[in-house]
């Protein structure tokens, strides 16, 4: 009977001896967030530009599509060429200049709502890696930052 007895509190004591000798020894380290502090003369680095100051420059219309229609690069390029205006210029002081082909519609440019705005209609946009896009009912254009 001790004979089982020992045999069965045997594999309780090895959990036990585990759990007071391996376990202590594995520590989980959590790293503590390091801060960088500002440069000696006190500004402060910025790695993101602010969406107002990326959006200023002169985009290009690269695509265009609706549920009737689907304009390509490959087929707006060719209009360009021949000098036929497809763009917008986006100034730093929120105004914006739509130009197609014999139209220009001035616009006002909200970076904090994302929203083109001009003749009584909101436009909104989104604005990644220098493509610009906007929307509207039915339609959406993609405009390229021009280098």
């Not at 060719?78 to 205006?85: A, D, N, T, Y």
């Amino acid at each position: 009977m001790k004979k089982l007895f020992l045999i069965l509190l045997l594999p309780v004591i090895v959990l036990l001896a585990v759990l007071l000798l391996v376990i202590p020894r594995i520590t989980i380290q959590t790293e503590d967030p390091v801060f960088e502090l500002p440069d000696e003369d006190g500004e402060e680095t910025v790695y993101v530009l602010p969406l107002k100051d990326e959006l200023a420059g002169e985009y290009v219309l690269t695509a265009l599509s609706s549920d009737e229609l689907s304009l390509t690069e490959s087929d707006l390029a060719p209009l360009r060429e021949r000098g036929i205006p497809l763009g917008i210029v986006l100034g730093d002081d929120g105004t914006a200049s739509l130009s197609v082909f014999d139209t220009r519609i001035d616009l006002a440019v909200d970076p904090d709502a994302m929203l083109l705005t001009g003749s009584g209609q909101s436009y909104p946009f989104f604005y990644k890696d220098g493509i610009l896009t906007v929307w509207d009912s039915a339609s959406r254009a993609e405009f390229q930052k021009c280098k």
